[in-house]
């Protein structure tokens, strides 16, 4: 399984971006999704994750209420839309697949190259 994110950039304090993530196989409904971020500096932080189905999300605390994660079985798509954007939320955005239970960030054996958000203040 390949992923590639997309849609990170440079952004104002205040606003939106939608990061995309789409997966070179045909059977991502197969796998839960998740979004992680690092900073310079700083470990790689848990952001989002979505079922399989799309049924179930799941948010970081200090995200939440910004974020929105959705995904499109049919095209092989996740997606992460991020509003009121600050500039601690400056980072680089990976997405990756894992097979259910997901419990950890060990849980995901597939990994994007990662997409970069940048929130200027």
């Known amino acids: 399984v390949q992923l590639q994110a997309s849609g990170g950039g440079l952004v104002q304090a205040g606003g939106s971006l939608r990061l995309s993530c789409v997966a070179s196989?045909?059977?991502?409904?197969?796998?839960?999704m998740g979004w992680f971020r690092q900073a310079p500096g700083k470990e790689r932080e848990f952001v989002a994750r979505?079922?399989?189905?799309?049924?179930?999300?799941y948010y970081a605390d200090s995200m939440k209420g910004r974020l929105t994660i959705s995904r499109d079985n049919a095209k092989n798509t996740v997606f992460l839309q991020m509003s009121s954007l600050k500039p601690e939320d400056t980072a680089v955005y990976y997405c990756?697949?894992?097979?259910?239970?997901?419990?950890?960030?060990?849980?995901?054996?597939?990994w994007g190259q990662g997409t970069q958000v940048t929130v200027s203040s």
């Open positions: 990756a697949a894992g097979r259910p239970p997901i419990a950890t960030m060990k849980s995901y054996n597939y």
């Open positions: 979505i079922s399989p189905s799309g049924g179930s999300t």
């Open positions: 196989v045909s059977t991502l409904s197969s796998y839960s």
